[in-house]
């Protein structure tokens, strides 16, 4: 693995673990039993024990995102060894998501009205939209490793990322909607 991709690797492994931090300092103030699901009325459906919701979940988040880095950098065999803007991107999905539902999970059995459904679609929406703005600027030699068939021509390529593009971020905006709607 190369030393940008280790950096990388850390720093985002550290980021999915640094909600730990939250989850020692409010450790007394939480019930036994965490919510980690809830419904579409927003009402828990699903508990975990404490110790697990605080500290394994960050660590299994820490895991995948290691093992999502690692795959990524495997795949990536361009010349250049130029990371596209769209993997990096995807490089902090995990660890930001991570932070951002912990927090989300900490605040309702403290209390908080956070609407668990309204700050998932957010977080969702805003991903899509990301995605969908990056999709049409890949390049096609970066097509021919990150898509398995590779379309034949370089137009295909551009018509099939575009309408990948603007496909996504209709999603998001769909997601944003929700948002509202919820």
């Known amino acids: 693995m190369e ?3 280790k950096k990388v690797l850390i720093l985002t ?3 999915c673990l640094l909600p730990i931090i939250l989850g020692i300092l409010l450790y007394d103030k939480l019930p036994n039993q965490m919510p980690i699901h809830f419904t579409i009325n927003n009402i828990p459906d699903n508990y975990a024990p404490k110790d697990f919701a605080l500290f394994g979940l960050p660590i299994i988040m820490a895991i995948v995102q290691a093992i999502s880095i690692f795959v990524t950098t495997k795949v990536n065999k361009l010349k250049n060894n130029e990371k596209p803007k769209i993997i990096k991107i995807m490089e902090w999905f995990i660890p930001i998501i991570t932070v951002l539902v912990y927090i989300i999970m900490i605040q309702v059995p403290l209390g908080s009205s956070v609407y668990v459904g309204k700050s998932i679609c ?5 991903l899509f939209m990301i995605i969908g703005n990056y999709i049409p600027k890949m390049s ?3 097509g021919k490793v990150v898509f398995h068939p590779t ?3 370089e137009k295909t390529f551009r018509k099939i990322n575009m309408i990948m593009g603007y496909s996504f971020i209709l999603v998001g905006i769909i997601f944003l909607i929700l948002t509202i709607w919820l």
Do not use: A, D, M, R
Request: hydrophobic share 45%; net charge positive.
């Open 151 to 153: 379309p034949k021509s």
């Open 122 to 126: 957010f977080i969702i929406g805003i």
């Open 13 to 15: 492994v550290l980021v």
């Open 140 to 142: 096609y030699e970066i």
């Open 3 to 5: 030393k940008k991709n």
